[in-house]
């Protein structure tokens, strides 16, 4: 490409001259219609944008700061800036006015254009400096102005495009220059791989601040002819239906984008047996893609690193996931995986144009990553010895750790910086952060990142270790130190966005170890704390006031605490900070308001999280959600004993999936099958059976096995006598059960598909009621496959059963059961199975009380294990 024609507004030019009537932006309205704009339309707005900027004499080189939400006028006011020669300095519109004085202060722009949802952070002294244009309604009228008469300025490719600050927003300011030459460079670089294509239709969520997004899903589509198609408000459901209804065929996101689809998608298919799934391959396949659009070409990751399994399982499941690596002073794309080789774990080669090597490479060839080529930035803005010390001899030295294969592929090991980057790939520089947690209660406070566990996959958020003022706490004579920290925190973070937000802290007693500098060992405080860091809020359970539970529904409480500490692994309480406590972030957010919409089977509007900060404040949303009334209105209805449950009638849904006697071809039909895996288990798994002499003649009774693998309800089934084995109902996950597969041998084979786990009541109701019918039901009391040899504790409802009705219970343990087919196994494989009757016991010579019982059950299944 000649280098003259590297101009942001020539590249684009080009493609409306080429592609004048073909949508180029699309946006759905919230009230569902939509707003369409052609390249020629968009030309015109912009032209006429740069007209307004020429007529109001800015010059060539003013800065102008951009701060708005995605839209399609974002791209438009960007390519009216270039038109007339001005440098676009965008913003994220979640920073604070501080922030955002900082930034105008430090690059003197006189020029504002904001989004009428931001306009009231931009403070008076900066509407005093500049000139503000707010989009919402100024938008229409300046786009229209006439360019009669423009002069337009005469713009080089080594002219600033963009000044992004990366870091700096409430101390020093970093801005990173990139010219209109290292963008489109970069975008040539990125359309030679043949990722985008004239056809595309791409979704554009990521903020376009961030230079991944711009350059990826705004730059891109404008020089080369996708359409790129907005929301005017996400969120998950949006998103979803979006990808259908548009027909979007190119997805740009972040690593915690394609982390909640791997678990939407995974946390169904986990409970599906794997030689199940494999059957079931192409209609999960095809399923996955009506999901998200059959029109699904391709998803591109970057920002950060992509979990490898991540991308791998997706990609079985046909997601042509690839993986890229950039950096902002970059352009920002250095490498991506081709899409005829993708190496999982990798960043891919180098682009078209760029060069990358290894400095000062270790004996496994490990070093900082250096790269070189006409995307790197002119500079640090006003900072010429920074610039020096990352650009020596045309290489930029990006502080990220890595190595090359031997066909040139890039693996990023890990930073040598203390920048920490988050899963949805925002940068945070800890040194400065650490300015805005400031209070006379903290002493020292570092920030570092720590990988947890939330909502099926890990992820990394930032961790607060807090040295307390002790002598201020004596002065205010202030005992409780947790809680005064946490409070400070959360006066902290109410002025900063959510990205910079800890989501956890712990309190040190001893100083920090520093340099002889004064610079905090912050490699050293991680490893310290993090490793046996208790999260903030756990302990003793907290005693509450009458006013503390006033307005609270307690059934509604106890589901969303039980669901919140399942999904977060942490202690959940009523006084419980969302983010603090729990470390649940924005994304995450997301994710609670779909479990939500599950757990209680209501529609959850957009943003219902926005204004919730404790679980307290989310158990009286979701209350008026449902509109439950008050705590004490529900306190009125009398609670029912587990007895007076069980002597209910389970409902008509459950009943229909019970066939309590058969006919003689249904019999005939159950030996037969039963023949067969008779052999079959034998052969393959040499069968065996012990104690059947422990048996009851007749039912009434439950036969109570530890569960290890998929092959257990077989094992117990076949070694059960014929009369015996036709008497016998087994409860068993409705995603199993309930499965098109099983679901038309489920009534004959005695298959109740009803989780225990989670329809306690129905489980327990169905089992009382086949009972009474003097039939025999087998309850896996651990309430699903233990994930290894030792039995995992029981559930209670073995010991609510156990408790209510006079039946027997017999203990039952399958030996080699684990080592058959053992959790995370796609196959089943060979091994002795020898299934192992104990005698029956009865609830009242356990105990007395429904835990007691419950764990003398479990040593009872546990007392046959064979001796070794």
């Known amino acids: 490409m000649p280098q003259e024609n590297l101009l942001v507004h020539e590249q684009f030019n080009k493609a409306a001259e080429k592609y004048p009537d073909k949508a180029s932006m699309r946006i759905k309205k919230n009230d569902g219609t939509w ?25 060539k080189g003013d800065f102008a700061l ?26 994220d519109p979640q920073l604070s006015s501080q922030e955002i004085d900082n930034i105008q202060n430090d690059c003197g722009a006189r020029l504002v254009f904001v989004s009428a949802k931001t306009a009231e952070k931009i403070s008076p002294k900066t509407r005093k400096e500049s000139k503000i ?83 990826v899903t705004l730059l891109i589509e404008l020089f080369i002819g996708p359409t790129i198609v907005y929301l005017e408000t996400v969120d998950s459901e949006a998103l979803v239906h979006i990808m259908k209804e548009a027909n979007i065929t190119l997805l740009v996101g972040v690593p915690q984008l394609f982390n909640l689809i791997h678990k939407a998608v995974f946390d169904k298919l986990k409970k599906i047996p794997p030689f199940v799934q494999l059957l079931l391959t192409p209609l999960i396949k095809a399923k996955v893609r009506k999901t998200f659009g059959k029109g699904l070409r391709i998803a591109a990751s970057g920002g950060a690193k992509l979990n490898a399994k991540v991308a791998q399982d997706l990609y079985r499941l046909g997601f042509h996931l690839i993986e890229g690596y950039g950096i902002t002073e970059a352009s920002p794309a250095v490498s991506f995986n081709p899409l005829n080789k993708v190496k999982f774990g990798s960043v891919g080669p180098p682009l078209a144009n760029i060069a990358v090597r290894i400095d000062n490479p270790d004996k496994d060839g490990m070093g900082e990553i250096l790269v070189k080529g006409p995307n790197i930035m002119l500079g640090y803005y006003k900072n010429p010895e920074q610039t020096q ?50 209070s006379p209660y903290i002493k020292e406070i570092c920030i570092v990142a720590k990988n947890e566990e939330k909502f099926g996959s890990f992820q990394e958020s930032l961790f607060a270790v807090v040295v307390p003022n002790f002598d201020y706490f004596r002065q205010k004579e ?53 490793k046996e860091a208790a999260p903030a809020g756990e302990g003793k359970e907290a005693a509450f006031s009458e006013e503390d539970l006033k ?100 409902s008509k849904e459950i009943l229909d999936k019970v066939q309590l006697s058969f006919n003689f071809w249904e019999v005939l039909f159950s030996l037969l099958v039963k023949a067969v895996l008779v052999v079959l288990f034998k052969v393959f798994w040499f069968l065996r059976g012990e104690g059947k002499e422990n048996l009851p003649k007749d039912g009434p009774y439950i036969l109570c096995p530890n569960h290890a693998s998929y092959l257990d309800g077989f094992a117990i089934a076949l070694n059960l006598p014929v009369k015996t084995a036709l008497s016998t109902f087994f409860l068993g996950h409705t995603e199993i059960f309930a499965h098109p597969m099983v679901r038309w041998g489920a009534r004959i084979g005695r298959l109740v598909p009803v989780d225990p786990t989670i329809h306690l009541t129905e489980a327990l109701q169905i089992s009382s009621y ?99």
């Open 770 to 868: 086949v009972l009474k019918k003097g039939k025999i039901v087998c309850v896996f009391a651990e309430g699903g496959r233990s994930a290894g040899e030792k039995i995992a504790e029981f559930k209670k409802g073995i010991g609510i059963l156990a408790k209510e009705l006079e039946v027997p219970i017999v203990p039952v343990y399958v030996a080699g059961s684990y080592y058959s087919w053992p959790r995370g196994a796609l196959l089943p494989r060979p091994y002795p199975l020898k299934v192992i009757f104990g005698r029956p016991v009865y609830g009242r010579q356990l105990g007395s009380d429904i835990d007691t019982i419950t764990e003398k059950l479990r040593e009872e299944v546990i007392k046959l294990i064979p001796k070794k």
């Open 389 to 438: 010390a990352v650009i020596k001899d045309g290489w930029f030295y990006t502080g990220d750790l890595g190595y090359l294969d031997r066909e040139g592929y890039i693996y990023i090991t890990g930073r040598a910086k203390d920048v920490i980057v988050l899963s949805s790939g925002k940068n945070i520089y800890p040194d400065e952060l650490e300015e805005m947690y400031k």
């Open 66 to 91: 951009l701060i708005s939400e995605n839209r399609p006028e974002w791209g438009m006011v960007y390519l009216g800036m270039m038109y007339a020669g001005l440098v676009c300095v965008p913003l």
């Open 478 to 530: 202030e005992i409780n130190i947790q809680y005064r920290i946490r409070w400070e925190l959360e006066n902290c973070m109410r002025n900063l966005p959510s990205h910079q937000h800890v989501t956890g802290f712990v309190v040190s007693k001893e100083p920090f170890e520093r340099t002889r500098l004064g610079k905090l060992k912050r490699h050293i405080i991680q490893e310290q704390y993090l």
């Open 551 to 650: 307005g609270v529904d307690p059934e509604i409480a106890r589901k969303i605490i039980d669901y919140l500490c399942a999904e977060s692994k942490k202690k959940a309480r009523l006084d419980s900070h969302i983010e603090i406590d729990l470390g649940i972030d924005s994304l995450m957010r997301v994710q609670l308001e779909a479990g939500l919409q599950a757990l209680f089977k209501v529609k959850v509007p957009p943003a219902f999280m926005a204004k919730v900060y404790t679980v307290k404040e989310l158990v009286i949303k979701v209350q008026e959600l449902l509109g439950s009334g008050s705590a004490e209105a529900a306190g009125e209805e009398e609670k029912k004993s587990w007895g007076q449950i069980l002597k209910e009638m389970p």
């Open 133 to 215: 244009v707010i989009l919402e309604p100024d938008f229409s009228r300046i786009a229209s102005t006439s360019m009669q008469g423009i002069s337009w300025p005469k713009v080089s490719t080594d002219d600033m495009a963009s000044l992004i600050y990366t870091s700096g927003t409430t101390g020093k300011p970093k801005g990173v220059m990139l010219s209109h030459l290292n963008f489109c460079s970069n975008a040539d670089s990125i359309d030679k791989m043949g990722i985008f294509l004239y056809s595309d239709n791409v979704l554009s969520i990521l903020p376009l601040f961030h230079t991944y997004a711009f350059t």
């Open 35 to 59: 707003k369409s704009y052609t390249f020629k339309e968009v030309q015109g707005l912009a032209k006429g944008i740069g007209a307004f900027l020429v007529k109001e004499k800015f010059k």
